[in-house]
């Protein structure tokens, strides 16, 4: 006889895998953010350069979930300054000059800082950034030194969008928008009944689970992504569902529509911060995520 497997979570597992970290998690958050702005603040070499260090990633944009807590700081030197303009153009054109001190020398006097706050031991020098290793009182932290890049599309000075840029030590160039990012998730979130973030938590949980379950998840479909494909989902789908039950399967079923060969309705989707294109030339593909769509859809058992 016919009968419906039930779904592989309730509504109430569902329901608990949208909150954040715990307290505890949280003030070790807040902890190693605070140890990082104290290292910068003391460094001789840093304390007359104008930097900026904020959070970025899951942490700073509230989407992080229980026990998966590291975090991602961002050490942005305001002084020395990335300048994109059109191509008929020079950043002179836009009142900018050359400066002497250069990105890998900042990188080095941060790492210097770093380990001169934290102790040679507990720091790690890897391609893009500068782990921290936990302790008891914070969680393992990496510090990812930019410059602040100004990015002008047209002609207009005013027309300038902030972003920052690096190099990591295989001479790959990185640019993004972090602080762009974290506004559009708040504006997003507010206009969805702050389902947004809470949706996402729900997407990451579940991929944790599927390693953990040995179910093959491609390297590919990382946090990241997922909060960036949940992010284009329509905010009638956070909306008009009643259940995270419905409002899961309402957004799998869109992205995975969106990502059918010869149907690839996503191919304008952007990044949180919509400054960034999410599948052109991009590490991932639209291929990965439709097959995720389909992994994913099997094992909540649908």
């Known amino acids: 006889s016919y009968r419906q497997t ?117 720091i790690l020098d890897k391609n893009k950034c500068i782990t921290v290793l936990p302790n008891s009182s914070r969680v393992e932290t990496d510090v990812v030194p930019t410059l602040r890049l100004d990015r002008y599309d047209t002609e207009n000075k005013t027309s300038k969008i902030e972003g920052v840029r690096f190099i990591a030590k295989d001479n790959s160039v990185i640019t993004n928008y972090p602080l762009k990012h974290i506004d559009n998730g708040k504006s997003k979130n507010a206009n969805t009944q702050k389902r947004f973030k809470r949706l996402t938590r729900i997407y990451r949980r579940i991929r944790y689970k599927m390693i953990e379950d040995n179910v093959g998840v491609s390297d590919n479909i990382t946090s990241f992504l997922l909060e960036c494909l949940v992010w284009n989902v329509p905010n009638h789908i956070f909306n008009n569902y009643d259940t995270w039950t419905d409002r899961l399967k309402e957004s799998i079923i869109y992205i995975y529509n969106a990502t059918k060969e010869g149907e690839e309705t996503c191919n304008e989707w952007g990044e949180v911060s919509e400054l960034l294109y999410l599948f052109k030339a991009r590490k991932w593909n639209v291929k990965d995520v439709n097959q995720y769509m389909v992994q994913m859809w099997n094992y909540l058992q649908y």
């Open 6 to 122: 039930m779904p592989k979570f309730t509504e109430e597992q569902l329901n608990n895998f949208r909150y954040p970290p715990s307290d505890t998690e949280e003030q070790k958050l807040a902890n190693s953010e605070y140890q990082v702005k104290e290292a910068i603040k003391n460094s001789e070499k840093l304390k007359s350069k104008t930097i900026k260090v904020f959070g970025q990633g899951s942490y700073a944009n509230d989407t992080n979930v229980k026990n998966n807590s590291d975090i991602d700081i961002n050490v942005r030197l305001d002084d020395t300054v990335y300048v994109q303009v059109p191509n008929n153009k020079e950043k002179n054109d836009f009142g900018y000059s050359d400066s002497n001190y250069t990105f890998s020398q900042y990188r080095k006097d941060v790492y210097d800082a770093l380990v001169e706050y934290f102790g040679y031991e507990y």
